[in-house]
C-alpha cells in the first residue's frame, strides 16, 4: 500500500531557525513528490520533485529527494513567523496524491 | 493562471438536508477533480477522483451514495453532501488537473458545519 510518512509531528522554533523537515514514502509506481504549504485554507503549491539529488530552491526554502532511500526533505533556512503553517508532503502516484500527516511548524518571534 | 475556486467558502446546515460544494478551473480546462476531506489537525484524505463525462471512482470507505459528485463539464465539478450529520461537518477541498499538466491545483476549501 501506497503511503507517505512525515516527521516531525510539530516544530517550534524561533525567528531566524533553520528547520528541517522529512518525509519518507513506499510506492509502487512513483511518478513525484510534492511540498505543500497549508495555513488556513487549501495547500499551496511549493515543490515537485521527480529526480534524485537536484535541490529546488525557491528563497529560503529549498528541497531534495533521495529515491533510494525514499525520503524527501524540506529546508527553510532564516525563519520567519510567516512560515507557521502545516507542510504538507504529497506522493504522486498514478493519476492521485497521498499525502502525509503534515508537520505543524510554529515559528516564534 | 491556473486558478480553481469553490462555493460556498462555508456553509452551516441542519442535519438531515442536504449540501452542494461546486469546484470550478477557472482559466484552464480540467478532465480530472479531485475532493478530499480534512478533519481538524488532521491531513488532506482524498475522497474521489471526478471525470468529466464519466462516474467518479470513490476511495475506500467512502460512500458514494452518500458524497454524490457530478463533473459535467471540463471546468466544473459538484460534490453533494446527502442527508448530512454532524460528523460529516470537515473541510472539503478540491482540486483540480490540468490536461496535459504535471500537478493539481487546490481551491480555497470548504468549511461545512452540520447542526
Known amino acids: 500500500e501506497d503511503k507517505v510518512v512525515q516527521s516531525p509531528l510539530s516544530l517550534v522554533v524561533h525567528e531566524g531557525d533553520t528547520v528541517t523537515l522529512n518525509c519518507s514514502y513506499e510506492?509502487?509506481?512513483?511518478?513525484?513528490l510534492l511540498w505543500y504549504k497549508q495555513e488556513k485554507k487549501a495547500p499551496t503549491f511549493l515543490f515537485m520533485l521527480?529526480?534524485?539529488?537536484i535541490e529546488k530552491k525557491s528563497g529560503r526554502l529549498s528541497s531534495i529527494l533521495d529515491k533510494k532511500e525514499l525520503f524527501s526533505i524540506l529546508n527553510i533556512t532564516a525563519t520567519q513567523t510567516g512560515d507557521s503553517a502545516i507542510y504538507l508532503c504529497a506522493l504522486g502516484a498514478t493519476n492521485k496524491l497521498i499525502f502525509g500527516t503534515g508537520t505543524l511548524l510554529a515559528v516564534q518571534p | 493562471g491556473a486558478v480553481v475556486s469553490q462555493h460556498p467558502s462555508w456553509v452551516i446546515c441542519k442535519s438531515g438536508t442536504s449540501v452542494k460544494i461546486e469546484c470550478r478551473s477557472l482559466d484552464f480546462q480540467a478532465t480530472t477533480m479531485f475532493w478530499y476531506r480534512q478533519f481538524p489537525k488532521q491531513s488532506l484524505m482524498l475522497m474521489a477522483t471526478s471525470n468529466e463525462g464519466s462516474k467518479a471512482t470513490y476511495e475506500q470507505g467512502v460512500e458514494k451514495d452518500k458524497f454524490l459528485i457530478n463533473h459535467a463539464s471540463l471546468t466544473l465539478s459538484t460534490l453533494t453532501v446527502t442527508s448530512a450529520h454532524p460528523e460529516d461537518s470537515s473541510f472539503y477541498i478540491c482540486?483540480?488537473?490540468?490536461?496535459?499538466?504535471?500537478?493539481?491545483?487546490f481551491g480555497p476549501g470548504t468549511r461545512l458545519l452540520v447542526l
Open positions: 482540486s483540480a488537473h490540468p490536461a496535459g499538466g504535471k500537478t493539481q491545483y
Open positions: 510506492v509502487t509506481n512513483f511518478r513525484s
Open positions: 521527480t529526480s534524485s539529488g
